[in-house]
């Protein structure tokens, strides 16, 4: 799909099992070369090639990924890409370890089918931080913005001279299970978001693409979804003399109108053990700690009920 006369967005589509499929948005500036905002899962360089033939270009002449993030819907074919085009990788210090070592990844956050949505480390070539500012090539000109919540070091670009915002994960999609580590992170990256001078457009990895006075509208709306959820988790928790994390997720569910996210697919096709100490413990200890230190906690897990953005 081609959204202006040099950006263009590919629908990558993937399984995580049979039951549960996914998609994510990959973006391509086009110009003198070819720029990347991250890379779909692995096997996805073989839809990115027929776009670009479809368009007279080819993979060879990419010479930058940005990489949003570290999860592998984001990174997964980064590896063969570097290795087709020789590109340059710029990507997060706080993932940095994950990006290059994906046992590393898996280890500490196990999901289905790991190793068939990514199945290569990559190199990071350029590490990138808040208010970096990229030169990659005339006329494309971006800046670097931290939005991390989502992951340890999620990150947003500007690209100056269009004004479009490549936001990755960091904006939650209002009736789904929001996806972040930490919620105060995420929440205050939403207030920045708010914040940055010149966007005329935002570009989600898993959501509408909306102009600058809608999508303020939206992260507004996701802001407000954040604090709602939180909110209600601790009061729940608080309130309950039975402090089984399922149940408790249940009444927030019914609590906020979500009934349609009780049954969580990815759980069902989980191992007891890795089901437990994946959603069950890890929820329990940010409650606790949300309710004896004021510290603001998830009710997301490690692998929540999504149509977009599971990872």
């Given at each position: ?54 368009i ?27 290795e ?21 990844q898996?280890?500490?956050?196990p ?32 800046k ?21 915002l ?83 997720y ?5 609590a ?5 996210l009780?049954?969580n ?47």
């Open positions: 799909m081609q959204i202006n006369e040099k950006l263009h967005r590919i629908k990558i589509n993937f399984s995580v099992t049979k039951e549960v499929e996914r998609f994510v948005y990959i973006y391509l500036i086009v110009s003198n070369y070819i720029h990347l905002i991250d890379t779909g899962v692995a096997g996805a360089e073989k839809t990115i090639q027929e776009y670009l033939k479809s007279g270009r080819n993979i060879s002449e990419v010479k930058s990924v940005l990489l949003t993030h570290s999860h592998p819907d984001h990174i997964g074919s980064a590896y063969k890409i570097k087709l085009s020789n590109c340059n990788v710029y990507a997060c210090e706080a993932e940095k370890e994950w990006f290059e070592n994906i046992d590393k898996f280890a500490e956050r999901i289905p089918n790991f190793y068939t949505l990514l199945n290569k480390s990559v190199v990071i070539d350029k590490v990138i931080k808040d208010s970096n500012v990229l030169k990659l090539e005339d006329g494309i000109t971006i670097v913005f931290d939005s991390k919540g989502h992951s340890a070091g999620s990150l947003s670009f500007l690209w100056i001279e269009q004004g479009e490549f936001t990755g994960d960091a904006i939650p999609v209002i009736g789904d299970i929001p996806i972040y580590i930490s919620v105060n992170d995420s929440i205050e990256t939403l207030k920045r978001l708010l914040c940055h001078n010149g966007v005329k457009r935002y570009l989600s990895s898993w959501d509408d693409i909306y102009d600058e006075k809608s999508g303020k509208e939206n992260i507004k709306k996701s802001l407000d979804y954040l604090v709602q959820i939180n909110t209600m988790v601790k009061k729940i928790y608080k309130g309950s003399n039975n402090k089984n994390m399922d149940e408790i249940i009444q927030v569910c019914y906020l109108d979500l009934n349609h009780i049954h697919q990815l759980c069902d096709i989980l191992p007891p053990l890795s089901t437990t100490f994946g959603i069950s413990q890890m929820l329990m200890l940010e409650v606790r700690a949300s309710c004896s230190s004021n510290l603001t906690v998830t009710v997301s897990t490690s692998y929540p009920r999504a149509p977009h953005g599971f990872f």
